[in-house]
């Protein structure tokens, strides 16, 4: 969905009651409805969209996202009490040292042999 014109102030359009009844029309309408949102720290949207929603999924980058960044998110999301459903972690480098027999043992032990 285009979003029109740029707006001087985009976290005060995501809080607005008119972003609320437009997330309230389309849950009656759809399954699933995603909101693609900035960075948490960086600009306040998603923390004001959030509470219309029904979870967030975190999307981290590999390699590049430090633990205190998504610790700071994490408990931004904890403090408002807004609930996380999970995480995504995009950018992953499979050809890495250690990674796939890391995950090869998690999993095998998981699924079985």
Known sequence: MPSGTKHAN????????RTGYLIGCLK???DFIIVDTPPVLP???????APRTDGTILVIKS??????????TVDQFTTARLPIIGFVINHV????????????????????K
Do not use: C, W
């Open 63 to 72: 390699g590049t996202t430090h633990r205190r960044v998504i610790r700071n």
């Open 10 to 17: 985009p976290s005060e359009l995501a809080g607005s009651e």
């Open 28 to 30: 009656q309408k759809f």
């Open 43 to 49: 600009a306040t949207d998603a923390l004001q969209l």
């Open 93 to 112: 480098d499979m050809k890495h040292q250690g990674y796939y027999r890391y995950y090869r043992k998690y999993y095998a032990s998981y699924y079985g």
